[in-house]
């Protein structure tokens, strides 16, 4: 009977074991790939403090189910956001999703566009808040972004504005929101403009 070496055992080890279903298992899918997104120095510039950027993290931020701004946001797969912030009271946030088709991806910017036109509204509803809204309009980049602009006066005196663009490439759709304490005489909205055309360029 010849010899078994060791290496002899385990190859029929691992044969059996294989045939028995043991063996080692198939690689799973790869994590779908994130898309490009904004760097610190792509938004707009800030008078007195440069912007730090977080790392971009996957999923769609759990404070967005209570944005009334971006009801159609939470909930969505494939999605990735990355998070900026100044050393005073400004900061910004990127979202971006990865629809399964150009059909899908069309309908969430819908979705999203009639959320931002009828956002201030919602908010002017509740009795403690005055809300202010502005259409800023469409910039041509890829299959297109659009820009629009909120105010919010809390009763207790805070006030507060923010741009937001939802803009689209493909099958990805991107969503740019910039905030501060202030009105809309303080948003930079030609450099908004400018960030929200990188932000969809950066895509893929």
């Not at 912007?51 to 009334?68: C, N």
């Not at 099958?171 to 304490?181: E, K, R």
Request: charge should be positive; charged fraction near 20%.
């Amino acid at each position: 009977m010849p010899k078994r070496t060791r290496a002899g055992a385990l190859t029929v080890l691992a044969i059996a074991g294989l045939a028995l279903g043991t063996g080692l298992a198939a690689p799973a899918s790869a994590a779908p790939k994130a898309p490009g997104f904004l760097a610190a120095k792509d938004l707009p510039p800030h008078s007195s403090s440069s912007w730090t950027a977080d790392k971009v993290t996957a999923g769609v931020p759990e404070e967005t189910s209570w944005d009334t701004c971006l009801r159609a946001l939470p909930g969505q797969k494939n999605a990735w956001h990355r998070d900026f912030r100044t050393d005073l009271d400004t900061n910004a946030r990127q979202i971006t999703v990865t629809l399964a088709n150009t059909k899908a991806a069309k309908a969430l910017v819908s979705k999203l566009n009639k959320d931002l036109k009828s956002c201030p509204t919602r908010l002017a509803a509740d009795p403690d808040f005055e809300a202010f809204g502005k259409d800023y309009g469409t910039v041509a980049v890829e299959e297109g972004a659009h820009v629009y602009g909120v105010h919010t006066e809390a009763s207790w005196g805070a006030s507060d504005v923010r741009l937001v663009s939802v803009g689209r490439d493909g099958t990805t759709v991107t969503v740019v929101n910039w905030a501060q304490m202030g009105d809309f005489t303080g948003a930079p909205v030609k450099a908004f403009k400018k960030t929200t055309v990188t932000a969809v360029n950066k895509l893929h």
